[in-house]
Every structure is written in C-alpha cells, then in structure tokens.
C-alpha cells in the first residue's frame, strides 16, 4: 500500500468526497479488525487516514487486506472420492476395453490384453495438480498393468499387491488402467487430492490414520489460488482422535497440535511454500471437511517480532481493500477515516 503524501489532508478529500470514520479503542495487544465502507453503489472507499485519539503517542501497526478472493486453498477438503463403484460391485461406471470384464467384485483382463479400462472421473481434475491412486491387482499372471490420471501414467506394475502412488494429473478427465500383455484383477481403487503418508488411507468422506503413525496428509494450494507469504488464512478442520497428536501447517507455518476430537478453526499466518499438510505425531484418528480461506490479516506488536505497519498516516486503497487490521502494545483510540 502507499502512504498518503502529507499535503493530501482531511479537507482536500471532503470537497467532493464522501467520509465515513470509525473510532476504535484498543485493547493492550488485541488486533481491531475494521471492515471497509462502501458507497451506495457498493463501490469499497479509495483512501483511510488515521488519527490517534486521547492525545496519545503510543504506537499501533496497521495492515490492510484484500478479500476480492475468497477461493478455499485446499482441493476436495471434504475427501469425496473421484471414482465412481472403484470397489467393482456392479458393472457399471467403467468403459471396458476388448478383454476386460467385471464380475464378483474385481475387473478382469483376461488373455494378456493391451487395451484399457476406463473412466471419466466423477470429480474434476485440475491439471498439473498432484493426486494420489489406490488400488490393487489380484491373480497377476501375465504382463504389466498402468494407471493413468488425466493423461499422465504412473507406474507399470506386474504383481500382486496394494499399490499407492501419486500422479501429476494432465490436461483430461480420464482414469484409465492399460495392459499390457496383461491378465490380471483390479480392484479397490480409490483417487484423492492429497497425498497420503504412510499409515494414512482414504474412504471417500475423510483420511484416516491408522496405527499411531506419524507421517502426514498433505497437499499443494491451488494453482488457481495459491497461498500468500504473509497473509493470515482462516482454517478449519475436523478431526476424531484416539491416539497422538495431529497439527495443521499452511505454507510452511504450524499451527496448534491437537489431541482432542472437535471442529477446530484458527488463524495462520502462511509461510513462503504452498504446502497445505497435516502433520502427525503417534496420530490416530481422522481428518475430515478441511476449509482454507482468507482472514483479514492480523498485525502482531513488535514486541512479539511480528509487526504491520507502525504509525501509517492512511492509504491510498484504490477500492481493492476489504479490511483494515490494527494493533498496539498499548490502548489508544485510533480513528479510521473513509473517503470514496
């Protein structure tokens, strides 16, 4: 933000501007958010400028923020599958290349084919994110089978086994399954938005830690919405817990371990990556309805290291700002005063 120069005074603005001021005692420390006027036509002020009421010197820092953005961070926070009957329990929700067969709860290539079994996933896909793909083969007796997300392979597998495995999604909507020279099942596939430490599975509405574990759920904010350095973000998650202590951590900023079951909500400041992750230690329980989005951001007092900016004389926010946070180490009143 710019500082308004010093000859742009009160009485400059109020002759053809609007003004709207707010008075605010503070609390000793207590960061003061104050929500942006607007006019009747819904337009946000252009300018603020403070004052310090009480006669008062005392300090206070000041941050703006914009909330044009309110997109969540967090992709499929809420751990619905992408799959559609990934357990095969009809035949039904896969197109079936020449050889493949569902029946008895698997999907079946039979006489070492190299064609594909596939689907359009029920969730879209975002290309160039990273998901992760469970499954697993049964009676392998011949060649490879690969998976594939949104036009990106993974890996060729030959035995039988559970696999899990992240893929970097392309540009289509497509799970597919190609052999080659493959006879074989499949089944239990499931796809999820997040990576999976070990220990940690999905069942289509939450991640679940089993086994005291403490390795992590993780994923990258959206490309289309990355995380800001700096920026405070409201998070919100539920977790169950029966064992450990499970900690949420938004680009690179831990928050509040926790070794309860609830709802939790706080305030993080993001640090410089676009990790999103859930970190564990000895964890076992789930994690489920995760939300990331923007909170006006909160200026701490430079007593505590964190600091806004000290002392502004007001800004130009160009109708973009939707809060204005402040914060002192002591209690003055701080007027904020609104032009359009």
Same mark, same amino acid.
């Given at each position: ?9 009160? *009485? ?100 070492? @084919? /190299?064609?594909?079994? /596939? ?18 083969? /049964? *009676? #392998? ?16 597998? /030959? ?86 202590? #499970? ?12 070794? *309860? ?38 200026? @701490? ?40």
């Amino acid at each position: 933000m710019t500082i308004l120069p010093e000859y742009l005074t009160h *009485s400059k603005l109020q002759a053809g501007l609007g003004k709207y001021t707010v008075s605010n005692l503070l609390a000793a420390n207590v960061p003061e958010q104050i929500t942006v006027p607007t006019d009747q036509t819904g337009k946000l002020a252009e300018f603020v400028i403070f004052g310090r009421g009480n006669a008062t010197t005392d300090n206070f820092f000041a941050q703006c923020y914009s909330a044009t953005s309110g997109a969540d961070r967090a992709t499929n926070g809420t751990f619905a599958e992408y799959v559609t009957n990934g357990a095969f329990a009809s035949d039904t929700g896969w197109t079936k290349g020449t050889g493949w067969t569902i029946a008895a709860g698997v999907a079946t290539a039979t006489g070492a @084919i /190299s064609t594909a079994l /596939s689907q359009t996933l029920a969730i879209t896909l975002i290309a160039g994110y990273t998901y992760t793909i469970t499954f697993t083969t /049964s *009676s #392998v007796s011949a060649g490879t089978v690969t998976p594939s997300i949104g036009g990106t392979s993974g890996t060729a597998r /030959s035995t039988d086994a559970t696999f899990t495995e992240t893929i970097v999604a392309g540009s289509t909507q497509i799970l597919a399954f190609t052999g080659a020279g493959f006879t074989g099942n499949i089944d239990n596939v499931t796809v999820t938005a997040w990576v999976l430490g070990t220990g940690w599975t999905t069942d289509g509405t939450t991640a679940i830690a089993t086994g005291a574990i403490s390795t992590a759920l993780s994923q990258t904010a959206k490309n289309s919405a990355p995380l800001v350095a700096g920026q405070a973000y409201l998070v919100t998650y539920t977790a169950t817990r029966s064992a450990g202590t #499970v900690t949420v951590n938004i680009g690179g900023t831990a928050g509040t371990g926790r070794t *309860s079951s609830a709802t939790f909500a706080e305030v993080l400041i993001a640090g410089a990556t676009q990790a999103i992750s859930f970190t564990t230690s000895g964890f076992t329980g789930t994690i489920d309805d995760v939300t990331i989005i923007p909170a006006a951001s909160v200026p @701490i007092d430079s007593t505590t290291g964190l600091s806004g900016e000290q002392n502004p004389d007001g800004y130009f926010l160009g109708g973009n700002v939707s809060y204005i946070s402040i914060v002192s180490a002591a209690t003055p009143t701080i007027t904020t005063s609104f032009y359009k």
